[in-house]
């Protein structure tokens, strides 16, 4: 690949660089590396938080400022963060992820400086996100989203239902439309289905309806030996709430915490399907991770990943425990020659659509062009719309 970013500094700027940006850390670490491999230096400036130093190792030799917030850590004010953009000596800036500090201090800085700025708001835009917290959203656009927004050179949707979402909450109808990438993909399929294993993997949260996963699987029709793995991290009501439902259960299932590196990747290798019930995403990290490893999933429409029905590396499932055993049953039910079709379905998605190069491209034209500098025509955002 050329160096279309060469010489170029990206800021990213992001609530948290540390596993408590759940999904959008992983996405701001992909991102990252996709800014290195165009050539470009990228500078993760995040608010500090209790597993910044922890997660220190992920952020691969780029360069990190940590700014310490004041208050409450759901506003994330950070005095300072002003003057870390000031001094960073960025060419132009992308936030990821919205309704906290970080983007009054982005917009801020868009104005003075006149540099280009991007936000990615990660689904955060989305109705059933929208609605929770009213009062506290209500406050932040009036403070600083609406501007940031509207100063904005572009708004970035990883899916065109973001892009509606986009539309509906700031008005604008001119978001680009462009996927997470996904890790490096595995070099081929198992040759044969793993054992009745179903891991979730990702933040504990509400939205994510694990209580109802757990549940729905206690009443599935289960093969002998079948497992519920779920690893992860949250807040400790989220995580009360799950191990009650757990411990509700028939034994099958289990919280084993947090995993990473080669543990995570153990986890998803030995699995038969990856399990995602959520009642809200953007586009889940946790999801083209299981596909780069040939596991096929077992998801909700909201996981906005309608590509993974269309080429069956996924089946669908509801919200409620009911609808989620009717998916886990009959998933656990297909043959080994079904399941290895999912696979390879599954694989065939990482290495094309989700691949890093074919992302870091369409990225490479809309920061050249916002630049002014040379793009390749099929680059353009235009074409990502």
């Given amino acids: 690949m050329t160096a ?35 050539g470009g230096e990228a500078h993760i400036i995040a608010l500090e ?32 963060l002003g003057r870390a953009l000031a001094k960073a000596g960025l060419d132009c800036l992308h936030l990821h992820g919205i309704w906290m500090y ?22 955060m835009l989305d109705p059933w996100i929208t609605a929770r917290g009213r009062w506290k959203k209500a406050a932040a656009r009036a403070a600083y989203e609406r501007t940031s927004w509207k100063r904005a050179t572009a708004m970035h949707a990883l899916t065109p239902r973001e892009s509606r979402d986009i539309a509906r909450e700031s008005g604008r109808n001119d978001a680009i439309v462009i996927p997470n990438a996904g890790p490096a993909p595995c070099l081929h399929p198992p040759e044969r289905m793993p054992a009745p294993v179903c891991v979730y993997i990702g933040r504990i949260h509400a939205k994510k309806n694990l209580p109802a996963l757990v549940s729905g699987w ?3 029709t289960l093969p002998p030996g079948a497992r519920l793995v779920i690893a992860g991290w949250g807040d400790a009501q989220a995580i009360a709430d799950l191990q009650a439902a757990i411990a509700a259960g028939d034994g099958s299932a289990e919280f ?6 080669e543990a995570k990747a153990q986890l998803l290798g030995a699995a038969r399907f990856v399990v995602l019930p959520s009642h809200s995403e953007g586009l889940p ?17 909201e996981c906005n990943l309608p590509e993974g029905f269309a080429m069956g590396a996924a089946l669908e499932c509801g919200y409620d425990p009911s609808a989620i055993a009717a998916a ?40 050249s062009q916002a630049l002014g500098r040379p793009t390749g025509e099929s680059d353009t955002p235009h074409d990502l719309a």
């Fill in 4 to 38: 279309p970013l060469a010489g170029c500094r990206v800021g990213l700027l992001t609530a948290s660089a540390s596993r408590l940006g759940g999904g959008v850390f992983e996405a701001v670490v992909a991102h990252a590396g996709m800014i290195r491999r165009l």
């Fill in 49 to 80: 938080d209790a597993c910044s130093a922890a997660d220190a190792d992920r952020l691969n030799g780029h360069e990190v400022t940590l700014v310490r917030p004041l208050g409450p850590r759901q506003i994330g004010f950070a005095p300072a």
């Fill in 102 to 123: 970080p983007s009054a201090a982005a917009s801020a800085w868009a104005a003075e400086t006149g540099q280009p700025f991007f936000i990615s708001p990660h689904g």
């Fill in 218 to 220: 206690t009443a599935a």
């Fill in 256 to 261: 084993v915490g947090p995993v990473f590196g």
């Fill in 285 to 301: 990290m946790a999801i083209l991770e299981a596909w780069a490893q040939a596991v096929p999933t077992i998801k909700t429409g």
């Fill in 328 to 367: 886990l049953s009959r998933a656990l039910a297909l043959s080994d020659e079904k399941w290895r079709a999912m696979s390879s379905a599954a694989l065939g998605l990482a290495r094309a659509h989700f691949s890093v190069d074919a992302v870091a491209a369409r990225w490479a034209g809309v920061y």
